[in-house]
């Protein structure tokens, strides 16, 4: 997006108009792009793209597919006990 950072530097790079994410937002929020759930996605990644591949990207099983983000945290069990404190 173009910033006041942008003018005074004159980088040659193309920016990206307020539209792009905030388009985006409202696409992600919709029932249309529940199958994103749980992936890890950018709003300058092209939305038509992203529905045509839904079947790669959705997988099986959580954890399968493309675009999966997720955290495990510290293990509670180590073999089968418990760790103390938990």
């Known amino acids: 997006m173009s910033t006041q950072l942008e003018r005074t530097t004159k980088l040659p790079f193309d920016f990206d108009d307020i539209s792009l994410p905030s388009d985006f937002l409202v ?3 919709s029932p249309e792009a529940s199958f ?6 950018f709003a300058a990644w092209d939305v038509e793209e992203l529905k045509g591949r839904r079947n790669e990207i959705v997988g099986g099983h959580p954890g399968s597919g493309e675009l999966w983000f997720g955290f495990q945290g510290f293990p509670r069990y180590i073999r089968g006990r418990p760790l103390g404190g938990s």
């Open 27 to 29: 696409w992600i929020a």
């Open 36 to 41: 994103l759930d749980g992936k890890l996605v």
